[in-house]
């Protein structure tokens, strides 16, 4: 027994099955692919913004230091203390001024001290962050400091008055 289909005329269009042209279908393909890559683009893009600190700015004065918000006000000459315990110590002397700090920075202990020789455009500056220690380095920019941190990590920090303030906290950690 044989089997008869049929398909009509060999040259009718229903006989022929034609396999459609590759630009017929790479369109939709190209679509759905760029849409994938432009939504893998946009979240790397939101990792990359939001794991770089934003910028901070420091204030100083004889009465105040503030730095990112955090007032902390003068309780000796030099002395400035914080509400939540911050502290930072400045001292001039023999040609240059060293900074200190200490304070409780995302629930880790942080202590940090800068020297800034007088006349400098950089100060060399040292952090123990939770018991680790890390040293930085701080380049004069004209309006603040491009902060370099040992491990490669970088951070800027703008200086309300335009001169040099050393900035003895491990801003952007």
Avoid: K
Avoid at 64 to 74: F, K, M, N, V
Avoid at 88 to 106: D, I, Q
Avoid at 112 to 118: E, P, Q, W
């Amino acid at each position: 027994m044989t089997q008869n289909l049929p398909i009509g005329a060999v040259t009718s269009p229903h006989a022929v099955r034609l396999r459609r042209s590759p630009s017929a279908w790479l369109p939709r393909v190209r679509l759905h692919v760029l849409l994938m890559l432009a939504g893998v683009a946009a979240a790397t893009a939101g990792a990359v913004v939001s794991a770089e600190p934003g910028q901070v700015t420091v204030r100083w004065s004889a009465g105040t230091y503030e730095i990112g918000g955090a007032r902390l006000s003068a309780t000796a000459p030099g002395v400035y203390q914080g509400p939540g315990g911050a502290a930072v110590v400045l001292v001039h002397a023999n040609g240059a001024t060293r900074a200190g700090a200490s304070a409780t920075v995302a629930g880790a202990h942080t202590t940090g001290s800068c020297t800034l020789v007088d006349g400098a455009r950089t100060e060399t500056c040292e952090f123990t962050i939770a018991g680790t220690r890390l040293g930085a380095t701080d380049t004069w920019t004209g309006g603040g400091w491009h902060r370099r941190y040992a491990d490669g990590r970088t951070s800027d920090i703008t200086v309300a008055g335009g001169a040099p303030v050393p900035v003895p906290l491990a801003v952007g950690r």
